[in-house]
């Protein structure tokens, strides 16, 4: 049976950088059963992270976590170290999230939370900030969370991993299933979206 789920640390941001215990993870210890169980209490806050601007609110991410380590763990015995554990874990998540995503043939609002990682959301809202100043960052992450659900799930998903989870772009072309010129252009326009969107902030 796979891992239970791992309560209560998942809205934690976590590096991009892959950890020492990603780096450790061989293909051997991620088919072992307990090894497995160590790779989902290191990455749940990760993937949460991905899958809440992916999806755009906590239950939907939540599910979104578990049938991706569902699926991780299915097809463990597949993952043959070349590609990070992070890496192969983000890839999953995405494909999931894009299947749900196709399923429901809407765009929900990705909804960010300063605490997972969002550098403009934390200057504004630091401590001592002026009431004029907390009501603009909460006007500026409305406009920014508007401006994602405006994305195609694809674009969405191309920025999320690109800029937020910094993937490289030939990460990014192979969970998305594009070409190296598809995945850059994809990003291109998700970027260019953005910036007539956010024009003036």
Same mark, same amino acid.
């Given at each position: 049976?796979?891992?239970?789920?791992?309560?209560?640390?998942?809205?934690?941001?976590?590096?991009?950088?892959?950890?020492?215990?990603?780096?450790?993870?061989?293909?051997?210890?991620?088919?072992?059963?307990?090894?497995?169980?160590?790779?989902?209490?290191?990455?749940?806050?990760?993937?949460? $992270?991905?899958?809440?601007?992916?999806?755009?609110?906590?239950?939907?991410?939540?599910?979104?976590?578990?049938? =991706?380590?569902?699926?991780?763990?299915? =097809?463990?015995?597949?993952?043959?170290?070349?590609?990070?554990?992070?890496?192969?874990?983000?890839?999953?998540?995405?494909?999931?999230? &894009?299947?749900? &995503?196709?399923?429901?043939?809407?765009?929900?609002?990705?909804?960010?939370?300063?605490?997972?990682?969002? $550098?403009?959301?934390? =200057?504004?809202?630091?401590?001592?900030?002026?009431?004029?100043?907390?009501?603009?960052?909460?006007?500026?992450?409305?406009?920014?969370?508007?401006?994602?659900?405006?994305? =195609?799930?694809?674009?969405?998903?191309?920025?999320?991993?690109?800029?937020?989870?910094?993937?490289?772009?030939?990460?990014?072309?192979?969970? &998305?299933?594009?070409?190296?010129?598809?995945?850059?252009?994809?990003?291109?326009?998700?970027?260019?979206?953005?910036?007539?969107? &956010?024009?003036?902030?």
């Amino acid at each position: 049976m796979p891992p239970a789920r791992v309560d209560g640390s998942w809205m934690t941001n976590v590096a991009a950088e892959p950890t020492a215990n990603d780096v450790a993870a061989t293909a051997p210890a991620v088919w072992d059963e307990e090894g497995f169980r160590a790779v989902v209490e290191t990455h749940s806050s990760r993937l949460f $992270s991905l899958a809440y601007r992916m999806m755009g609110n906590a239950q939907d991410a939540e599910d979104l976590v578990q049938e =991706s380590f569902l699926r991780a763990y299915r =097809s463990r015995r597949g993952f043959d170290g070349r590609a990070s554990v992070t890496t192969w874990l983000c890839r999953i998540c995405t494909n999931a999230a &894009l299947d749900q &995503l196709r399923r429901r043939r809407t765009r929900p609002q990705p909804a960010a939370d300063p605490e997972e990682g969002a $550098s403009w959301a934390e =200057s504004l809202t630091a401590p001592g900030a002026s009431p004029e100043r907390l009501m603009f960052s909460r006007e500026l992450r409305t406009r920014v969370h508007a401006a994602m659900a405006a994305l =195609s799930p694809k674009e969405r998903a191309a920025f999320v991993l690109r800029h937020y989870e910094g993937l490289s772009i030939e990460e990014i072309g192979t969970a &998305l299933g594009l070409r190296t010129a598809a995945t850059k252009n994809t990003i291109f326009r998700g970027v260019r979206k953005l910036r007539a969107l &956010l024009e003036g902030l």
